[in-house]
């Protein structure tokens, strides 16, 4: 009988062996959370602004051969409206600048130009051209302008810029060979919409 309960307790003991025991449950442990990158903000130059500009140029007058220069102060406004393409912007600006000359008084210029830029994120340099027209006593006339600068963004609202603008007016007032030729540099300020 020993041995009838020695083979009862060994078969027992064999059946829990090979069923495994005890074996802790698998826990999946749980996922990294995902941390994205940090992307620097994304500088774009599209929408409308609007600012105030102040400068100085020269005025040459020619007139076969003969040669008379004046310094001149141009204080305005400007508007206009800018599209980024990536890379490249395009845009146009209607400007006017009150010129006050200083020997020969005061007149008006106001020019239409097309601007063409290259995004380098807070900063833009930029070419202009267009139709310029002035002003002064008995002078009206309307000629070529073009010019380069270049606009940096403060804020993303608030930009601050430079350039360089040349107008070439030729037989004013009618007369041929009478030549007006305008340097100007100016500061600008713009707040963008």
């Keep these: 009988m020993k041995l009838a309960f020695a083979t009862l307790g060994a078969s027992l ?68 409206y800018n599209r980024d393409f990536g890379q490249f912007v395009l845009g146009g600006e209607l400007d006017y600048n009150r010129i006050d000359l200083d020997e020969a008084g005061e007149g008006d210029l106001v020019r239409l130009r097309g601007r063409a830029g290259y995004d380098l994120g807070r900063f833009m340099p930029y070419v202009s051209l267009g139709a310029a027209h002035v002003d002064a006593d008995d002078l009206s006339e309307t000629a070529f302008t073009y010019g380069i600068g270049a606009d940096f963004k403060v804020t993303e609202r608030m930009t601050l810029g430079a350039e360089y603008t040349r107008q070439d007016f030729d037989d004013v007032n009618d007369v041929s060979g009478l030549d007006l030729d305008t340097d100007m540099v100016q500061v600008r300020a713009s707040f963008r919409f």
């Design 13 to 80: 003991f064999a059946v829990t062996a090979h069923a495994g025991g005890y074996v802790a449950p698998v826990v999946e442990p749980a996922p990294a959370p995902v941390v994205a990158p940090v992307a620097a903000p994304v500088s774009d130059w599209t929408g409308f602004y609007a600012g105030l500009q102040y400068g100085q140029g020269d005025a040459d007058v020619n007139f076969d051969g003969d040669s008379v220069s004046s310094d001149f102060d141009a204080y305005g406004v400007h508007g206009g």
